[in-house]
Structure formats: structure tokens, C-alpha cells
């Protein structure tokens, strides 16, 4: 399943309606790709693999870091929050996927149809930190 992961996610970018077509921030150094997309678009086996739960009110954000000169994937440590537009906020917890050469950092949030959330991530490196924010609506297929 080397890169099954990564090929899945690639195909999501390409034909999924609710997903923009490239989410990145260039963020110091780092080249920041960024994406949240209901879960139910994994295959089961996927989602097995990563302990990720399919439900329909359940959402996947995957992270993934580049050097912004060589586009070599890059270890860091995530955290972060997701607050809805009432003020409740939700800490996300990531776990690391390495699989060869890609590393991606991938959380799970619960949410409800058209749902908006602000993200608000810290990235960090040595001495490098950086912070990710974005706005994302989900929905419910």
C-alpha cells in the first residue's frame, strides 16, 4: 500500500466538488499543502489503515510540509485548533504518516452539514514556527 495514501489523495484534488483544487501557504521555508474533506471519501481500507473513523460527520484534515527550494517532504510537529463560527473550539490531535519518501500529518474533526470552521495550526521545526490558518465550510454528503 506504499504511496496508496498519497495516490488516493492526489485523485480527491482532481475530482472532488466540496475540495479546492490547491490549498497551500507559503510559510517561511515551507511550502504548507493543506486539506479537510469528509471522511466517508476514504476507501475502507484506508481508513482502517490510518484508524480513521468513516462517518459521515467526521472530517479528515491532512497536512503535509515541504522545503519551499528542494519540495523534500519535512518532519514537524502540529498542533492546532478547529473554532466554529459560535466560538467552540475543537484541539486537534495529528498523527504522522510516513510512507517512503511523503510524510503527512492527518487529524480528525467532528462537524455538522455546512459547518464552518477557523483553523488555526503551529507548525515547528527546530527553531523554525510557523502558523497555518484557514477557513473551511464542510458538508455532509
Known amino acids: 500500500m506504499k504511496l496508496l495514501l498519497?495516490?488516493?489523495l492526489t485523485l480527491l484534488l482532481a475530482t472532488s466538488?466540496?475540495?479546492s483544487a490547491e490549498q497551500m501557504q507559503q510559510l517561511g521555508?515551507?511550502?504548507?499543502?493543506?486539506?479537510?474533506?469528509?471522511?466517508?471519501?476514504l476507501t475502507p481500507e484506508i481508513a482502517q489503515q490510518y484508524r480513521i473513523q468513516r462517518s459521515k460527520?467526521?472530517?479528515v484534515i491532512n497536512i503535509s510540509v515541504l522545503n519551499s527550494q528542494s519540495q523534500q517532504a519535512?518532519?514537524?510537529?502540529?498542533?492546532?485548533?478547529?473554532?466554529d463560527l459560535l466560538g467552540r473550539q475543537i484541539a486537534l490531535d495529528f498523527t504522522e504518516v510516513v510512507e517512503g519518501k511523503a510524510?503527512?500529518?492527518?487529524a480528525q474533526l467532528p462537524?455538522?452539514?455546512q459547518q464552518v470552521f477557523d483553523f488555526t495550526l503551529t507548525l515547528s521545526q527546530k527553531e523554525s514556527l510557523q502558523q497555518l490558518k484557514f477557513k473551511q465550510k464542510l458538508y455532509v454528503d
Do not use: E, M, R, T
Request: no cysteine; glycine share 2%.
Open 111 to 113: 462537524f455538522k452539514d
Open 103 to 106: 510524510i503527512y500529518y492527518l
Open 74 to 83: 519535512q518532519k514537524v510537529s502540529i498542533s492546532g485548533i478547529a473554532k
Open 17 to 19: 466538488s466540496q475540495l
Open 6 to 8: 498519497a495516490a488516493f
Open 29 to 41: 521555508l515551507w511550502d504548507v499543502h493543506y486539506i479537510a474533506f469528509p471522511a466517508p471519501l
Open 57 to 59: 460527520y467526521n472530517a
